[in-house]
């Protein structure tokens, strides 16, 4: 089992920023992929970037490339999403998620094993 605890959310204005922190516990060696997904109220959860546990190859949704940047800390077995120039549409609770078996695919919520408790982002115009 992998264990995924967020942390980083808050309030901030918009054009500000904020740094979100995954941190992975247990059997982090079964981890290909981990990602951000966002949910808004009355919306599906979003996929927002993901990052492959080698720290190498990143991938990010069109609506915040130039904006947001994943990545991981090896030692701290710490995946991070540093937030720029956030927007009020930003607004919603960020997951982290890890899958345990390597797939093309990055984006879909399907394939992913773990999940954390979420964090809450709100963005005030």
């Known amino acids: 089992q992998v264990q995924l605890v967020e942390s980083g959310g808050g309030l901030v204005q918009a054009g500000g920023s904020l740094r979100l922190s995954c941190a992975a516990s247990?059997?982090?060696?079964?981890?290909?992929?981990v990602a951000w997904f966002c949910q808004a109220p009355g919306k599906e959860r979003e996929f927002v970037a993901a990052?492959?546990?080698?720290?190498?190859?990143?991938y990010y949704a069109d609506s915040v490339k130039g904006r947001f940047t994943i990545s991981r800390d090896n030692a701290k077995n710490t995946v991070y999403l540093q937030m720029n120039s956030l927007k009020p549409e930003d607004t919603a609770v960020y997951y982290c998620?890890?899958?345990?078996?390597?797939?093309?695919?990055?984006?879909?919520?399907?394939?992913?094993?773990?999940w954390g408790q979420g964090t809450q982002v709100t963005v005030s115009s």
């Open positions: 998620a890890a899958d345990r078996a390597y797939t093309e695919s990055y984006d879909s919520t399907y394939k992913y094993d773990y």
């Open positions: 247990g059997r982090t060696f079964s981890i290909v992929t």
């Open positions: 990052i492959r546990w080698s720290g190498i190859t990143t």
